[in-house]
């Protein structure tokens, strides 16, 4: 059986939050980030930037848009509810990929934190969620800036 700290250093390893996401991207050393969920959740919103492989396509289209399988690559669903992400780098790392992770929470704590959000009509952000983030004061004001 494995210990605790084992089990957490393992799952710290192969798992990210919103927040910690954001940071690496704004410092230049984000990983690449894939979106699992169907083309009407995409076109709902996305991450800025992330890759849009349906998980029922992924095994066929990783090696061609994921070619480096040592890259850093972050998977994500819907949120705590969905398990696609977990399908998805499950699928990615019996395929080789050595550096997959499951972004906590998906796409809904992504937007609940008030982070950026991509669709066909640009970027939004939401307030931030007080049950999931700190919510400032001058969010509004920072937003219309």
């Known amino acids: 059986m494995i210990g605790a700290h084992a089990f957490f250093a393992a799952k710290l390893a192969h798992e990210i939050d919103a927040a910690d996401l954001a940071a690496a991207r704004s410092s230049g ?18 991450l800025p930037g992330a890759l849009h492989i349906p998980g029922g396509e ?24 969905c398990n696609g992400a ?3 780098a499950f699928t990615l790392s019996g395929m080789g990929y050595r550096r997959v992770r499951e972004l906590i929470g998906g796409f809904e704590y ?13 970027r939004t ?16 004001a920072r937003v219309q800036a």
Request: some cysteine; aromatic content about 6%.
């Open 29 to 46: 050393s984000g990983p690449i980030v894939v979106d699992t969920r169907s083309a009407a959740a995409w076109d709902q919103g996305h």
């Open 58 to 81: 992924l095994s066929a289209r990783a090696a061609s848009e994921l070619p480096d399988r040592d890259a850093d690559i972050v998977v994500y669903c819907w949120g705590p509810g």
């Open 86 to 88: 977990t399908k998805a």
């Open 110 to 122: 992504w937007a609940r934190e008030g982070l950026s959000v991509a669709t066909a009509h640009g």
């Open 125 to 140: 952000r939401r307030a931030p969620d007080s049950l999931t983030a700190v919510a400032p004061t001058d969010f509004t």
